[in-house]
């Protein structure tokens, strides 16, 4: 368990009869960069006010609130991006259109990727966080439910989710943003599992790369793995998202799945915790 970081060494064990995953950053590897199209968006929104800002004060305050709202749907970030346009005297566009304008710009960068995988040029394995599918298998195996919710609009991530292989795993449990957002979140999909199977809080397991869907379960009780994966280099810990997230209140952290047979031996109580 070498790359296994323990932050709770108390943690509830063996009980998890439900598991929800975030989909990018935590599964999925498409969209890596993200934040390298967000964030250079919104600064340019916001210079276009005239604010006296430079760019590199302007750059750390978008990174600042974009990661923090980051596992919520991306139109939060979008009525925050109009919110500090108007706190600058600005006149901000509709949510929504800064939305859309943030996916047609992600698409570009991420096109040939879902092309790859459309055609074959490229294998699911490419694109998802090592140990991905595999993990899945383990979890399937031991008869647990299999949730997925992003903050991602829910049509991409259902074509993505396909492209990637991982459909079969959740079924109908596919969750993500809709235009609609206030009918859907992560703290409502959470507590749909939890009273649709009638669990206590500490049935729940959850696996996240984002601020939100650690602190939505833990807040129920659950039990969080914190996901901090270097999306460039594919192995290692991503220090930033290693410390946000433990900030966000998770239990564990990891790199990624390659130790997962001694991560769920160590969740479901197989094996011991060493302080």
């Given amino acids: 368990m070498d790359h296994i970081e323990i932050l709770r060494h108390d943690l509830p064990r063996g009980r998890f009869r439900s598991v929800l995953f975030d989909f990018d950053g935590t599964l999925s590897l498409i969209r890596e960069g993200w934040p390298q199209v967000m964030i250079p968006m919104m600064v340019r929104v916001l210079q276009e006010t005239g604010t006296a800002e430079d760019e590199p004060a302007l750059t ?7 990661m923090r ?8 970030q979008m009525i925050q991006l109009a919110e500090e346009v108007r706190k600058r005297g600005g006149q901000p566009e509709e949510p ?27 294998t699911p394995f490419d694109w998802t966080v090592p140990g991905s599918h595999e993990l899945l298998d383990e979890l399937r195996r031991r008869g647990v439910m299999l949730y997925l919710a992003s903050g991602t609009d829910v049509a991409f991530v259902r074509r993505e989710a396909e492209l990637l292989g991982l459909t079969p795993y959740f079924g109908e449990h596919i969750y993500g943003a809709l235009d609609e957002y206030q009918n859907f979140s992560k703290k409502m999909i959470i507590e749909r599992i939890l009273r649709d199977h ?10 996240g790369d984002g601020f939100v869907e650690i602190e939505e379960v833990k807040r129920v009780g659950g039990v969080a793995v914190a996901v901090a994966s270097d999306e460039v280099k594919r192995q ?10 433990i900030r966000a209140g998770a239990d564990l952290v990891i790199p990624d799945y390659r130790e997962r047979s001694s991560l769920l031996r160590l969740l479901f109580g197989d094996e011991a915790i060493r302080a």
């Fill in 60 to 66: 750390r305050h978008v990174e600042e609130f974009v």
């Fill in 236 to 245: 290692g810990i991503n220090a930033w998202k290693r410390d946000r997230l």
């Fill in 198 to 207: 009638r669990l206590q809080g500490d049935e729940l397991l959850g696996f």
């Fill in 69 to 76: 709202l980051n596992g919520r749907q991306t139109i939060y």
């Fill in 96 to 122: 929504l259109t800064y939305k859309h304008r943030y996916q047609g710009l992600l698409m570009e960068r991420i096109r040939g990727r879902l092309e790859a995988l459309a055609v074959g040029r490229a």
